[in-house]
């Protein structure tokens, strides 16, 4: 009997370091190679402009369709891959922002990367980016959108979101170029927790109507900066 509890819990553990390792694709690391790999595929599928908004991140931003809601005259262009964050982005910054020259650069923090990552190592790497910005002279401006408290991610993990989000509009004060979007409210329900109503059965996965109600806030602010 001792040894099939010892079995059973050792399987247990074997099982939650897999899911957390090689079948979570969103939350592996990445190598610049890798992430610039998948870039130029992405390019070869579609037109570049010059100037765009460019929409880049990890799975927050694979799903999201922007352009469904933007008028034709807007250029959008996404650019996501499994296990970019804002460290990795800073690190392969030439190829993944500054071969776009970007007038706008969109990056949505995964909730999943936020929940497990330390505050402080978040924002050194968005940090990362704005310095990159500066060391090629570009202009333009980082919309970086707080990771949301989802259905999966509430509760527990509430408190760490809500101070990185706090922190986060701390850190985005200093530089007039960088802004921090706060959309926590257009995915609550009416008792103010995440409505489970826009998300995938995974709890952290928006649904088409929570990216819509995302892209509505995300346009109405760009209208805003015009």
Not at 63 to 70: K, S
């Amino acid at each position: 009997m001792l040894r099939f509890t010892w079995v059973l819990t050792l399987t247990v553990c074997v099982v939650l370091l897999l899911k957390h390792t090689i079948f979570n694709n969103g939350h592996r690391d990445i190598s610049c190679t890798d992430a610039e790999r998948a870039f130029e595929a992405a390019d070869f599928a579609e037109i570049t402009r010059k100037h765009p908004s460019l929409l880049i991140g990890n799975q927050r931003a694979r799903y999201w369709n922007v352009n469904e809601a933007v008028s034709p005259d807007e250029v959008w262009f996404k650019r996501w891959v499994n296990g970019l964050n804002p460290d990795r982005i800073a690190q392969c910054f030439p190829r993944l922002i500054a071969h776009y020259q970007p007038a706008v650069v969109v990056l949505p923090i995964d909730t999943e990367f936020a929940v497990d990552t330390p505050t402080a190592d978040i924002f050194d790497g968005l940090q990362a980016v704005v310095d990159q910005r500066s060391e090629y002279k570009l202009d333009f401006e980082l919309w970086v959108i707080s990771p949301l408290s989802t259905p999966r991610f509430d509760g527990v993990h509430a408190n760490h979101l809500a101070a990185v989000n706090d922190e986060g509009k701390r850190w985005a004060s200093n530089d007039y170029r960088t802004h921090w979007l706060d959309f926590q409210a257009v995915i609550a329900a009416e008792s103010g927790e995440p409505d489970s109503k826009l998300f995938w059965a995974n709890g952290d996965t928006l649904s088409n109507a929570g990216y819509r109600r995302l892209t509505e806030r995300l346009v109405a602010f760009s209208n805003g900066r015009k």
